[in-house]
């Protein structure tokens, strides 16, 4: 794939198409011939490097996930009933086993459904919410709409209200992280393309979109700083803690894409020169001159980072950096992201990939070598990949 | 040191005299520089390469520790006024600053003293108990050696009353952990070498360490895997899950010392032998044979491990695997100890130790090459080390 590149339309084109076949003859047999549960619904995603299964224990996140990348496959690229059938195994899954006490979800159960752990956040309710709009779009499932607004704002109350979430930290340290604002940005941009504008928790999704990004960059985009912060005080100052200093530079790539992408969809430049500012400034923070690829964790002043795995190479923010770079491409047309796409895709295609068995490992040693040869765990499953696949080999800004 | 061995008098005698020249000129001094808080009192451990602070936040779980590490050089090698008043420093701290409500204590606390988190568990504690009872040894404060009672029980009614303890996971999961067992054994002996022999919670310390061993020779111990295991069910079953699999080699040989020392303690054979079992069968699982040093986590049927720095060698193992053969080796006389021990001393001391600054690097890649320049953190502080060094250098099993 060396010599693929955006110069020629004919280069381009290779491009998508490897990005198609990668996604449909690769990456997405792999989950449903290995994880996908026929027997008791849903889907596991511990397993093996040949596909099979480490753990039968159920991530509630990928029911969610999953369910999201097959209903999004129907409607999108085309109208397979396998695809629908994957999404629908998991959609009942989740409905029937994932949602706990007072609505809020479980983070984990077993392969039959019984409930294993809960968590503070609620990351569980947002995968949840667009697989459910994803499903509600390739069904016509009413409930399923309904469900995925409901989930959504169970999200936006636990993670926005005071006092929902129970703190990890006592009031002497108070923070406020990224993620939170992140995942609602993507959640309301899902929702928005498969139910139309629904008003949650008393706003558009185009709202809260605004009142995210608004957040993000008055609070989190530190420009003398030329950096993205994962964690801030409330009133947005730098927490000079080791946690505090700690960039996840392919995280805040992610959050350039969903940026740039509501850029596109509003056709407005300044979200897209924002999200390209964050791209910039974190690929600086996150590319590895020495061996390539994305490192994990980066301190914002170049201390040591707590972290023991922050000079490793994980799949998923190799993902997103592939993304972001396609992206800022096709809406600057700057030959510096078409540079910095070449430089990603080649790192990623030339250690990710298993030829013997399929699918992508999804930890690597920072010189690019395997640490572990898994293809999935409560972590890793049919998303961030085949999303990439996805947004590069089919979908266009502003769909 | 590559000459150093035990074949000869000589031979030991220069091995004891490294070890204690590696605690008393560089390890102690390093933290007594630049840990000890003498305008906050306690110890910050977040210090970079030279000894710079990267974090203010003070860990709990070394207030207790390092106060042990300063009472106990204090008791065991020689009456330094400057250890006393280190362990006074973090004596005083953790009893002004780190107990919590009904006597639960902190997880971390700012520098001045103010809270900042509260785990579920209890071995900020334990680490305070035996820190009580060696400052308490050292002083003669009676108050002191009260309150190393009082930890003890509310550590021993935490871990092994049922419900006093929030659960990670919901009942359709139960399972108990390697970890509370060793952490009351250890803190017995402590109590016990201190306080002489003390009764908690309707138990002296030596019924204590009994009830602890039977259970983890009965429930953690699987001769047919050859593997002590970190985690099974209430009556002992393997949890064929991810984690339920995870091994913790240089976890299981500390485990194997504390059981050699106290057959050691008692003179009984039958507990030295389960010590060096443990350690034979554990270090045949965490050697790495490519590179050298203890591997940190291994899965009991070879399967990959969800943790991402399995493969890494973090220092505290080492230390571990240091002790555990030095000590087989002075109770049973067998040449292969002291070959492993030569092994693991020679690999940590090529690998760890940092000449420029002192002290040792905590994380270091498979292959030994530095991963993470900081010298301490909420987890690393003057504790394994020193201890590895007193024990190798001065004490004597049964002291």
């Known amino acids: 794939m060396n010599d693929m590149h955006f110069s020629t339309p004919e280069q381009f084109a290779q491009l998508t198409a490897f990005y198609r076949t990668t996604l449909l003859e690769d990456v997405i047999p792999f989950w449903l011939k290995h994880g996908l549960d026929r027997e008791h619904g849903g889907i596991m995603t511990a397993l093996d490097r040949d596909g099979s299964v480490l753990d039968t224990d159920k991530s509630v996140w990928f029911q ?3 369910g999201w990348t097959f209903a999004t496959l129907y409607n999108t690229v085309e109208r397979r009933p396998e695809w629908l059938e994957a999404a629908r195994l998991c959609h009942e899954f989740s409905r029937r086993h994932c949602v706990g006490p007072a609505g809020k979800m479980w983070y984990s159960v077993t392969r039959e459904g019984r409930p294993l752990r809960m968590r503070r956040y609620v990351y569980s309710e947002a995968f949840a919410a667009i697989a459910r709009a994803a499903y509600a779009k390739a069904t016509g499932d009413a409930t399923a709409a309904r469900e995925a607004v409901e989930l959504f704002a169970t999200y936006l109350r636990y993670s926005f209200e005071p006092g929902v ?20 940005i993507v959640t309301a941009q899902e929702l928005r393309a498969n139910l139309r504008e629904v008003t949650v928790s008393g706003r558009t999704c ?39 200093r700690t960039l996840n530079p392919g995280h805040a790539i992610e959050c350039a894409w969903f940026v740039m992408h509501e850029g596109a969809v509003r056709g407005d430049a300044r979200l897209i020169r924002l999200g390209t500012t964050i791209l910039d400034w974190m690929w600086a923070r996150g590319w590895d001159d020495e061996f390539g690829g994305i490192l994990y964790f980066r301190d914002v002043f170049g201390k040591p980072v707590q972290e023991y795995w922050h000079d490793m190479k994980f799949w998923w923010p190799h993902n ?38 399929g699918e992508w490992y999804g930890y690597l040693h920072r010189d690019g070598t395997v640490s572990q040869r898994a293809k999935g765990n409560l972590y890793k499953g049919p998303f961030h990949l085949p999303r990439m696949l996805l947004q590069c080999g089919w979908l266009i800004p502003g769909r």
Chains 1, 2 share one sequence.
């Open 206 to 244: 185009t709202e809260w979109i605004d009142v995210c990004v608004a957040e993000i960059e008055r609070d989190f985009l530190k420009p003398d700083l030329q950096a993205l912060m994962e964690q801030v005080t409330p009133d947005g100052q730098v927490l000079d803690h080791l946690d505090g």
């Open 64 to 66: 969610g996930r999953a």
């Open 165 to 184: 979430m129970a703190p990890k930290f006592e009031p002497a340290r108070p923070a406020k992280g990224l993620a939170p604002l992140m995942i609602a």
């Open 320 to 357: 997103e950096a592939i993304i972001a770079t396609h992206m800022a491409w096709k809406l600057t047309g700057d030959a510096k992201y078409a540079r910095w796409h070449r430089l990603v895709h080649d790192w990623s295609f030339q250690h990710f990939p298993d030829p013997g068995f």
